[in-house]
């Protein structure tokens, strides 16, 4: 019964970056009218679901995609029909992803009017040869001057969104950019390694002609410099890629390690919830947005597909998930959910990682140890 969370992907964009993996598309124009009803009755449909009921809404996230593409109006008739059907919680985070460009920047008034209380924007990197390789749409000036214009309208939590190790990139131009986001003084910042991700084109430019991309050594000093910046200017790491100032970690974002309820709408959205027995449910929209409008328009929901989780996937899934943050996962909570601790129902997964100190078990939380992070996928597989 604890709070839900709200998902709602816009999936249109100007461009498609070469490594995005997400649901995104490139429409020569977009019905935002039908596609705000498509979401409106989605959340109709869901609010009557009875694990959703009298639970309220921890936070939304608008994600994509560009929702900063979408017309404020649309942005904030998601908001209020969501207070409406499901009640949002006194401190609700209300998350929008915004590209810099100048087309889309001008609009952070009218969603900070809309109910939005935190932006996250997709700057990449500050280095022009970098942006060109990654076929962004903006330039430095132009990420700068949307971090103005987010503070101009009121915003007081801003995230940053960065990559790095991208082939043939050194630590210098890396921190170059780094530093340039932290004199910008946001709330929050997000690094990500490079990740050349299947059916992307990056990952058919890949295979054809292999890029320079750091090997294992050079990106945990990606990492690791990354860490020791941030902690000093005063950026906590809370998860794996995510960094804070006190009180500003994406609440959204952590709900999702923590493995809570969530529900999705919009094109290729997915949403999950509990089941009684411990396992879990997840369902995922059509993915195309005319398939998506279509459906959604016609019956309310727009399920391209769903399973059932059986409790001890569902806590495989649950343990993964945890070991992101650097807190690690609540013991007693995994005990309390799924009928028995977690060294108990892993103990031969887990054995082998514990004796080598890449996990860490206390009586409080199950954690990965500095040198276990270069292992977290390994620890992830041993689990499935």
Known sequence: MSPLQLYIHIPYCLHKCPYCDFNSHVRPAVDW???????????????????????????????????SLAPPRL????????ANHLGLTA????????????????RFAGYKEAGVNRISIGVQSFDRAELAWLERIHDGDEARHAFELARRAGFANVNLDLIYALPG?????????????????PEHLSCYQLTVEPHTLLASRHARTPYPLPDDELALRFLWRTRERLQAAGYAAYEVSNFARQ???????DGYWLYRDYIGIGAGAAGKWDTGDGGAHRYANTRSPESYLKQALAQGQAIGGAEDLAPRLA????VWMGLRRCEGMDRPGFAARFGQ???????????????????????AGLRL??????QADSVAAALF
Do not use: K
Not at 75 to 82: E, L, R, S
Not at 315 to 318: D, F, I, K, R, V
């Open 247 to 253: 009180g500003f970690h994406c609440r959204h974002n």
């Open 91 to 106: 401190d609700a985070e209300i998350t929008l992803e915004a590209n810099p460009g100048a087309a889309d920047a001008g």
């Open 169 to 185: 990139q050194g630590l210098t131009a890396w921190m170059g950019s780094l530093e340039r986001a932290i004199a910008m003084n």
């Open 33 to 67: 009218d039908a596609y705000r009803r498509a979401l409106l009755g989605e959340l109709a449909h869901w609010a009557m679901q009875p694990q959703f009921a009298g639970r309220g809404l921890a936070s939304l996230f608008f994600g994509g995609g560009t929702p």
């Open 369 to 374: 140890s500095d040198e276990g992070l270069a």
């Open 75 to 82: 942005i904030g008739a998601v908001v209020d029909a969501a």
């Open 315 to 318: 806590a495989a899934e649950a």
């Open 341 to 363: 601790g977690v060294l108990t129902m892993f103990e031969a997964e887990l054995a082998p990682w514990l004796g080598a100190g890449s996990l860490i078990a206390d009586t």
